[in-house]
């Protein structure tokens, strides 16, 4: 191995464990300077997965942009056992179903995702051992679904309350960014919604990216790596950005409104028709205390709408 990969390595090693010093401050008493440590450890993250990561989108070229008929909007929900599927993502579905347009809508589970994806064994492998969990298992899936098919990722708990806009359907690729309502900013984007279609540049590099993380990998690094990733491919390689500035810049501001607690408050029924003008789906959470009183609230309303 030459000197200059052994200090490369050396420095990766390094950053990674700044990077997971850092998180562990931040679950004790120093969260008043969260802010900042936070946006530290995101440059850290972006440089590292630049110099360990970015080389494998080097000569990966543009294809040819094909649009499936019809498309196809993609969901994952898998209850672990002895669960049931939560009201709120019952609902979620359902509204889908309701404004999927002239789309196709798969909800796929741990049964039937394989007849769809192609996602490399290795990730299989550490998906069932446990080593990446549901949630960065549904990261890969994601891009996974839209490199192959094309369409539209919606996490199983985003709420539909329209038809998804023309001036999105018309963009190869598009996500939201973060916006002032975000509780993380250092993450950059949002990940919930991702409309690709197939042979679309940064879907097929940001892929890339990710899964040759957990090729080396056997743990997650950061809870928001996937989205860190994207940040890193639009802010480090020429095409990429060009392709990012190109998108219509939207933040994530006005899907906001229903998550956490907001879910159960009081149901303001002009206020809902604001929200509902502002965009076509909100994210909700399936977080929901079972013993809740739900009447009168938004997730009583979010019930009856889907129906």
């Known amino acids: 191995m030459s000197r200059s990969r052994k200090v490369t390595q050396v420095q990766i090693r390094t950053a990674v464990f700044f990077i997971r010093f850092i998180g562990w401050l931040q ?10 440590s936070e946006l530290r450890k995101a440059q850290m993250l972006t440089d590292y997965f630049a110099n360990k990561y970015l080389a494998v989108t080097e000569n990966l070229g543009q294809k040819e942009i094909i649009v499936e008929t019809p498309e196809t909007i993609w969901q994952f929900w898998d209850n672990p056992t002895g669960r049931k ?22 909800i796929l589970n741990n049964t039937t995702y394989a007849d769809y994806s192609d996602l490399p064994g290795y990730v299989i492998d550490k998906f069932k051992c446990g080593k990446i969990d549901y949630m960065h298992f549904s990261d ?45 900013p250092y993450s950059f984007m949002q990940n919930c919604f991702i409309r690709a279609k197939k042979g679309s540049y940064l879907c097929d590099a940001w892929y890339r990216m990710c899964i ?52 159960l408050k009081k149901f303001d029924a002009d206020e809902w028709e604001r929200i509902k003008k502002a965009s076509f789906f909100q994210k909700t959470t399936y977080k929901v205390p079972p013993e809740a009183d739900y009447s009168g609230t938004y997730f009583s309303e979010l019930k009856k709408e889907s129906v």
């Not at 679950?27 to 900042?36: I, L, W």
């Not at 639009?234 to 229903?258: C, G, R, T, Y």
């Open 27 to 36: 679950s004790g008493d120093t969260k008043r300077n969260k802010p900042q």
């Open 85 to 106: 599927t939560p009201e709120i993502v019952k609902s979620s579905l359902q509204s889908v179903d309701k404004f999927k347009g002239k789309f196709d809508h798969k």
């Open 140 to 184: 890969l899936l994601r891009l996974n679904l839209l490199k192959n098919h094309g369409g539209i990722w919606l996490d199983a708990t985003g709420y539909m309350t329209d038809f998804v806009p023309t001036y999105i359907l018309d963009e190869d690729f598009f996500v939201f960014l973060t916006g002032q309502l975000t509780h993380y």
């Open 212 to 263: 040759a993380y957990w090729k080396n990998e056997t743990e997650a690094v950061d809870y928001f790596q996937h989205q860190l990733m994207f940040k890193t491919l639009v802010s480090h390689q020429a095409k990429a950005k060009n392709l990012f500035n190109q998108m219509p810049q939207i933040s994530e501001d006005e899907i906001q409104h229903l998550v956490g607690d907001n879910l």
